[in-house]
């Protein structure tokens, strides 16, 4: 996603740190503390401008979620949308997920979901993508026993990827979608990214992974 400039982003920044968080790494292991319950905790990687956060966060308020967007003008939209749905049962981190260890104990989370995840379709930039097996190691330590990915995206290149990645990691493959949108999925919020390509007629692929 393209970074634009907000005059407004870090005045946001500042005046809602309740929401999203700046402390982060002083909450590992404690991050219940801050929801105030014993609910589970979903982490969504890559939240972009925070249309599912949000949705998932409104339909299911007996999960806890956590959303990670590294550019600034875009957490602030994903901020601003969560503010005005009112839900309590969501925080959003300004952080690269390339250090997840340092922000969550082991077993503090109970699934990640993946949306539209930047391909870097390169193979010389394979390491960058959120489902390269260093990803992957952070996401087991992380999760706990049992705990799942859900993956969706466009791209049939990092779909098949991923695939074969989480398979050499050992994950089970519980399902596969190759048109998430042909089948009735009552569960599934619809991300930005997801909007707009399903809406140029492109199948949108789904897999979920749990680590065994
Ligand atoms: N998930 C949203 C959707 O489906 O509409 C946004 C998809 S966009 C293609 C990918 C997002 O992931 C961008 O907003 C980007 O800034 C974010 N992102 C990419 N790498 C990241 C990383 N290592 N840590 C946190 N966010 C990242």
């Not at 590294?70 to 690269?96: C, F, Q, W």
């Not at 596969?176 to 999925?185: F, K, P």
Request: aromatic fraction near 10%; charged fraction near 30%.
């Amino acid at each position: 996603m393209r970074e634009r400039h907000r005059a407004w982003a870090d005045d946001f920044l500042r005046d809602n740190t309740s929401l999203i968080i700046t402390d982060a790494e002083e909450r590992k292991g404690r991050w219940k503390e801050l929801f105030g319950n014993d609910h589970p905790i979903h982490l969504e990687i890559g939240t972009g401008k925070g249309q599912f956060i949000t949705g998932m966060a409104e339909k299911n308020p007996d999960v806890n979620f956590i959303g990670i967007e590294l550019a600034k003008s875009i957490i602030v939209m994903a901020g601003a949308k969560l503010k005005e749905s009112g839900v309590t049962n969501a925080r959003l981190l300004h952080v690269d997920a390339a250090d997840l260890k340092e922000l969550f104990a082991q077993n503090e989370i109970s699934a990640i979901y993946l949306n539209f995840s930047d391909p870097w379709p390169k193979k010389r930039h394979a390491k960058r993508r959120l489902t390269f097996h260093t990803f992957l190691e952070q996401y087991e330590h992380i999760l706990q026993p049992g705990g799942e990915i859900t993956l969706k995206t466009d791209n049939q290149g990092l779909f098949e990827y991923s695939l074969v990645s989480f398979s050499e990691f050992g994950l089970k493959l519980k399902e596969v979608h190759l048109d998430l949108h042909s089948a009735e999925v009552p569960e599934n919020v619809m991300t930005e990214y997801e909007e707009k390509f399903s809406a140029k007629g492109q199948p949108i692929y789904r897999c979920r992974a749990e680590f065994t």
